[in-house]
């Protein structure tokens, strides 16, 4: 970023939100710095949990699905690289991927650490990060494991049923319309993603299983992953999240 561009900007900046921008930093400094990677199948959860445990430990989120997106919007070196596999149709290497999140760890907001979410996704991809920190002299502190068990899940996502128009949701178990199948407030017939069919769920389990298995072993053996009670209300989750990362 061109440091004058980021200069003019700031000038626009009200000064309320620079004092209250400086004292969240100010704050975060006394925080200890965490790596951490989340793991999760659909419906665990861990989107809920994200945002409270960045904001708590002033860490940064890393999806990178999103910066591969930025990089290749910026046309940064490693962006280029992408976007030419991308148009190939070829899978983004690993160790591109690992270079946009070196790259991402450079900005301020990465300072006391991050979150990684979605990655790794394959035991290479795990020690291609682990190599990448090594000479950052940093490591990946914990791997929070959002284990639930396939039942729940399924009961979770597949009772989801939403009103296209307003985008109100519902759940046949948990938050049921007054009328089944039928929208609140206007009375029209309630949907189901297609995402949400248990069919489709099953098949992404099942893809997750298989993938993440050997991740969370490779992690195991370091002794640094947490296996967390993710079928439980969401304030318990964050207890417990705040518990193992204390």
């Known amino acids: 970023m061109a440091t004058s561009a980021a200069s003019a900007n700031l000038e626009d900046v009200p000064s309320v939100d620079l004092m209250s921008e400086l004292l969240r930093r100010m704050k975060c400094s006394s925080k200890p710095d965490k790596r951490l990677i989340l793991i999760g199948p659909p419906g665990s959860g861990k989107g809920t949990q994200s945002p ?7 860490l940064c989120h890393l999806a990178t699905g999103d910066m591969l997106r930025a990089a290749v919007a910026a046309k940064t070196p490693l962006g280029v690289k992408a976007k030419e596999a991308m148009d190939k149709g070829e899978l983004v290497s690993d ?3 690992v270079g946009i999140i070196d790259e991402a760890l450079q900005k301020p907001s990465c300072q006391k ?26 490591k990946v502190d914990k791997v929070l494991n959002f284990a639930v068990d396939d039942l729940i899940l399924e009961e979770r996502i597949t009772g989801r049923w939403i009103h296209p128009a307003s985008g109100r949701s519902y759940h046949t178990k948990f938050a049921p319309p007054k009328v089944p199948g039928v929208d609140d407030v206007t009375g029209e017939p ?3 993603r297609k995402d949400d069919t248990a069919a489709v769920l099953k098949s992404r389990l099942e893809a997750f299983h298989k993938q993440t298995e050997p991740v969370i072993d490779y992690y195991s053996k370091k002794s640094i992953v947490a296996n967390l009670h993710a079928e439980k209300p969401p304030k318990e989750v964050t207890a417990e999240v705040q518990k193992v990362l204390s």
């Open 52 to 58: 409270i445990i960045k904001d708590e430990y002033c």
């Open 113 to 138: 650490g991050f979150i990684l979410d979605g990655f790794p996704r394959t035991v290479v991809q795990a020690q291609k990060l682990d190599e990448m920190l090594e000479k950052k002299g940093a």
């Open 95 to 97: 160790d591109l991927v």
């Open 190 to 192: 309630l949907i189901q």
